[in-house]
């Protein structure tokens, strides 16, 4: 049995649920090699996903500037938007998972970067291998959006809840300083509204794994994990 197989079984005995195969890479780049490159790459994580039951293969759409995750003029024309629609289905044909579905996490600079973006993307993509990754975090990009977190998830999961697969918990925190300048915080140091996220959240498949992410040590893992099991037995939610 291969060392792959065997944490296949591990979580298999352990009742674990794997999240998400990341497939961080850049298949819009405007570099063709590059391109390609990270075509093939998102092919081979999604196999993997699919061989080994994950929630989602994730990774974001890209970008049309040399930063494989940055800002660009070009990222919101309609060109790349059909460039987006055409990269994602080849990626889904080429491997036609059953267990798992391609997603494509929000950015503030790229599609999808909203609710109504990420529908418009599954009606154009049309596949059912396409599914929906959803970080709250990364799409409040305004103070107009900092104040109204909850709105936003609820606005979320109530257009696009049949098709969430897998989230991430982080929090944001909006600093006094112009111009307007949000950090990414650990999970109860922002004011991401945990209520209605996991409010949200329990009303999908009890599996639905939420994954913090992007913290520094055990012990701040541990804090953020605490505080989201907190909020979660003050709700009365089971995690």
């Excluded at 009890?206 to 953020?224: C, F, G, K, S, V």
Aim: hydrophobic share 40%; with cysteine; glycine share 6%.
């Amino acid at each position: 049995m291969s060392e792959l197989d065997l944490y296949i079984k591990a979580a298999r005995e352990y009742d674990i649920v794997i999240s998400e195969v990341g497939a961080w890479s850049n298949p819009i780049s405007p570099n063709e090699q590059t391109r390609r490159e990270a075509i093939a790459y998102c092919r081979r994580r999604l196999e993997l996903a699919e061989h080994i039951g994950a929630a989602v293969c994730v990774t974001i759409a890209g970008s049309r500037g040399e930063q494989w995750d940055g800002p660009h003029p070009d990222n919101f024309n309609n060109d790349t938007f059909e460039l987006i629609v055409e990269t994602v289905r080849g990626i889904i044909d080429a491997i036609k998972p059953q267990r798992t579905v391609f997603a494509l996490e929000m950015m503030p600079w790229v599609f999808p970067d909203s609710a109504d973006t990420y529908l418009e993307l599954i009606k154009a993509i049309d596949r059912k291998g396409f599914g929906v990754h959803f970080d709250p975090v990364n799409i409040i990009s305004s103070p107009r959006a900092y104040y109204r977190t909850g709105d936003l998830i609820r606005d979320f999961f109530s257009k696009l809840g049949p098709h969430i697969r897998n989230c991430h918990a982080k929090d944001i925190l909006l600093r006094g300083n112009l111009t307007v300048h949000l950090d990414e915080v650990i999970p109860g140091q922002g004011v991401l509204d945990y209520r209605a996220f996991l409010t949200e959240l329990h009303k999908l498949h009890p599996d639905t794994p939420l994954m913090i992410e992007h913290l520094r040590t055990n012990e701040e893992y541990q804090q953020a994990a605490d505080y989201i099991r907190g909020v979660a037995a003050e709700l009365r939610i089971p995690l």
